[in-house]
């Protein structure tokens, strides 16, 4: 979708290296959701987040949403190769009670 | 519990063919949503379903396809004439929100169409 801009689309790091992928509307996000997809299967639910200034981590992985709640940034603390995949970030742009998502950040890690 | 179930994982079929999707949403789950995702436009939502009825088909490509959801634990998509331009994986996802919130995925299903 053109409304969630991610970047960068594509990323190589090298195992252990700390890595950032961002997400940007030009509107207000009224809840910001992050997934992971492996390749050939299904999105996995990572974190939700709702309020600005928003902050939420799960083992490595931390993500924040601004104070003006129009950027995500998605943060993995010594990278490993099981974080290795697709990264989308998906918002309810307000009112229309669906999720539209970003273009994806694909994570490669090299041992 | 299973998730949302969908077949058939992989279809190949010849242009002008009727294709159909079939999706089971998570049970107790009363919202549906049908993603289709390719390399060139990323993830994209086609329709969604709630408490059964369609509430926005926007996002649908075409006449040529058609969604349906005669209960709460079935729902079916529909593209006739299948043309080359509708090969991508076809997801449909479910959520107990009304608003889509945490959507729970199914694995996909990979079409070609030659």
């Known amino acids: 979708s053109q409304e969630l801009e991610q970047s960068p689309q594509s990323l190589i790091v090298q195992e252990g290296k700390n890595l950032t992928i961002n997400c940007t509307s030009s509107k207000t996000l009224y809840g910001l959701y992050w997934y992971k997809q492996k390749y050939g299967e299904g999105l996995i639910f990572l974190m939700m987040?709702?309020?600005?200034?928003e902050e939420k981590s799960h083992e490595k992985i931390t993500a924040k949403l601004d104070e003006k709640k129009q950027q995500s940034s998605l943060h993995i603390t010594a990278s490993q190769p099981s974080h290795a995949g697709i990264y989308l970030c998906g918002a309810d742009m307000g009112g229309a009670q669906k999720l539209v998502f970003g273009q994806g950040t694909r994570l490669t890690i090299n041992p | 519990d299973a998730g949302v179930i969908q077949s058939p994982r992989h279809e190949v079929t010849e242009m002008g063919q009727e294709v159909t999707l079939r999706c089971k949403p998570i049970s107790g789950h009363n919202s549906l949503f049908w993603y289709r995702q390719t390399m060139m436009r990323g993830l994209e939502l086609l329709i969604y379903?709630?408490?059964?009825?369609?509430?926005?088909d926007s996002g649908m490509p075409e006449d040529r396809f058609s969604a349906k959801m005669p209960n709460a634990s079935f729902s079916t998509l529909k593209i006739q004439p299948s043309e080359p331009r509708d090969s991508a994986v076809y997801f449909c996802a479910s959520s107990s929100h009304p608003g889509g919130g945490e959507l729970f995925f199914g694995e996909g299903s990979r079409l070609t169409v030659l």
């Open positions: 379903f709630n408490n059964n009825v369609p509430i926005d």
């Open positions: 987040l709702q309020k600005g200034g």
